[in-house]
């Protein structure tokens, strides 16, 4: 008679249990979840600023519709910006990244490049010269863009898995929030500002400038949070090495890895093209709004009032159901 056979000892571990509708919400309260939070409403800010407020304000200044179809071109830093996404993931920034580390460095410097773009668009005049109006619009572009990079990095490295959607819920809905400040409230306080007394052109100014001091919300969050391990144990263990090499390498591993990836090429065409029409009628539905008589103040409350509740009701609720359920 044979005897039975032992017990494995590799039996699988049981499932653990799934958070609590308690510890599900709690999770926003997080203080890393909190930092992503607001380096969303700092990364939402300056997007509407060289996009549909822009618009607006280039289309009540006489600006010809040919020249402000151009203006679609301002966006396009946000699209190309993977280029030069391996050079901000593996250059340091001289003494910001000493002080802060390098992914806090690297926020720091472009919203402080944030700041200065955006007070040298509000100095601008449609008017008469639309083509400095659009340069200063594409170094706020170009300065939002390369923020977004550093903020997506930053998030990636410093929630746990657990976190991540509600990090990124909460990141978008401060995105929002962002957008809404620079969009409705940036146009409200040109209108304010004209009952104030201030001319057309400074009140718009005066509004760009307000828009440059929320700012400094970013600014404080990233001196106020802690640079992610992952990043600071990257730091140290590429320190010696040239920054040629350094930013190849970064290249090199992050399309090399994102290729490897199952229907990687039909992925990346879907991206492309997903919001290609998009993008190009959308940059036209300002300046019609205004030209068929709709005020700013309308556009503002219109647009930006049931979108902006569906999009921040959506995105808890589904960093609620992610975080609760497997």
């Known amino acids: ?41 700092s990364s939402g800010l300056p997007l509407a600023l060289s996009g549909s407020t822009l618009l607006v304000w280039v289309s009540e200044n006489g600006v010809s519709l040919g020249t402000i ?10 699209t190309l910006k993977f280029l030069w996404a391996p050079l901000v993931d593996a250059l340091r920034i001289p003494l910001l990244t000493r002080w802060l580390g390098r992914r806090r460095g690297w926020l720091v410097f472009t919203q402080l490049m944030l700041i200065a773009a955006i007070l040298a ?8 010269s ?20 550093v903020v997506d990095a930053f998030r990636v490295e410093s929630l746990p898995e657990s976190e991540q ?85 970064a290249a090199l591993g992050a399309f090399t890895e994102f290729l490897t990836r199952r229907d990687a090429i039909a992925v990346l065409i879907f991206v492309m093209l997903f919001k290609f029409t998009d993008a190009f009628s959308g940059a036209m539905t300002v300046p019609f709004i205004i030209d068929i008589g709709f005020t ?26 992610a975080r609760r359920y497997p």
């Open 296 to 321: 700013r103040n309308d556009y503002a409350i219109i647009v930006k009032g049931i979108g902006l509740a569906a999009t921040l009701i959506g995105g808890f609720a589904g960093g609620f159901v």
């Open 121 to 128: 668009l509000a100095l601008t005049d449609p008017a008469r």
């Open 69 to 78: 179809g151009l203006f679609t071109l301002v966006g396009t830093p946000y």
């Open 130 to 149: 639309p083509f400095f109006v659009a340069l200063g619009a594409l170094l706020v572009a170009t300065a939002s863009a390369t923020q977004d990079i």
């Open 165 to 249: 959607a509600a990090g990124m819920a909460s990141y978008v809905a401060a995105y929002r929030i962002g957008m809404v400040a620079s969009t409705a409230g940036a146009l409200f306080l040109v209108t304010g500002f004209e009952y104030a007394g201030l001319s057309r052109l400074d009140a718009w100014m005066a509004s760009f400038s307000a828009m440059a001091a929320l700012v400094l919300i970013g600014i404080v969050t990233v001196l106020l949070a802690r640079e992610p391990d992952q990043s600071v144990k990257a730091d140290v263990a590429t320190r010696a090495e040239p920054s040629i090499r350094r930013v190849t390498e």
């Open 1 to 41: 008679m044979t005897a039975a056979p032992e017990a494995s000892d590799h039996t699988a571990p049981p499932l653990a249990a799934p958070p609590s509708w308690r510890e599900a919400w709690l999770v926003y309260l997080q203080p890393r979840v909190l930092v992503v939070m607001f380096l969303g409403f």
